[in-house]
């Protein structure tokens, strides 16, 4: 059977703490799952980001602290996570947040 979360646990304006069902915990500061969204206009950006790292990418506003205001599940592989600065287009799957897990990284 395949690696899945048994437990999530959101503090909004620090980290979602997920417990796998093979132990293991991950802790993820919300600032890093914004910065690595998945959402195809975020991929695009850190592309560009790689390809010409002066590149000027658009303000995302002043909104404030960054914050995780909802996680919400799609289906039984991944969570959508809207931030406070208004982007929720990413829908980090299980496999996705192994795969960025920052003790790994």
Known sequence: MA???EHL???RDE????RWSDGRVSVYPVAYLRRLSPSADSIQQRE???????AV???TGDTGPLRAEEVEPVGRYAVRITFSDGHRTGLYTWAYLRAIDPERC
């Open 3 to 5: 690696i899945h979360p």
């Open 9 to 11: 646990d959101l503090k």
């Open 15 to 18: 980290t979602l703490t997920i």
């Open 48 to 54: 560009q980001l790689k390809a010409d790292p002066l």
């Open 57 to 59: 990418l658009p303000a």
